[in-house]
């Protein structure tokens, strides 16, 4: 079975960082994509994807990108859900969980258009995928 994604795209607010009951650094950061096709009136339609990036890779994140900033996410798909108890409602969530961000256009590089962009992978030994940990404000 494969479950890979590989995006670029600007972030459409700036990515918020926090950390988990056990202290492990999780990112959270919204992608616009546009879609490869154009509609019917000739505008490029644009999904708006949720990620998140772990550890070491989510401070890197927090750190060097802001909203505007252009990415590249290698990842995969994992779904979700969680009872909306406003509305008593099940809701279903679909994110990227990132293996790899590399920053494109960070915002000192937009500024000084000399920067090289980095690339920050995670670790391999470390399961990036742990939901359970996540602090109680994730709806997952």
């Not at 995969?76 to 009872?83: A, D, H, L, N, S």
């Not at 000084?112 to 742990?130: A, R, V």
Request: hydrophobic fraction near 30%; proline fraction near 4%.
């Amino acid at each position: 079975m494969l479950n890979k994604v590989v995006l670029i795209g600007r972030l459409t607010r700036d990515p918020e960082l926090r950390h988990t009951n056990n202290n492990i650094p999780v990112c959270s950061f919204s992608l616009a994509v546009n879609r490869p096709f154009a509609s019917s009136n000739s505008d490029k339609d644009v999904d708006f994807i949720n990620c998140t990036a772990w550890r070491k890779q989510a401070e890197n994140v927090a750190r060097y990108v802001s909203k505007g900033s252009l990415v590249a996410v290698e990842g995969r798909i994992q779904t979700g859900e969680y009872m909306d108890e406003k509305i008593n409602a099940k809701r279903y969530t679909t994110d990227i969980v990132c293996d790899s961000v590399t920053f494109l256009d960070t915002k000192s590089q937009r500024e000084n258009n000399n920067t090289p962009s980095q690339n920050y992978k995670q670790d391999e030994d470390i399961d990036t995928g742990n939901f359970n940990d996540v602090e109680d404000d994730l709806p997952f």
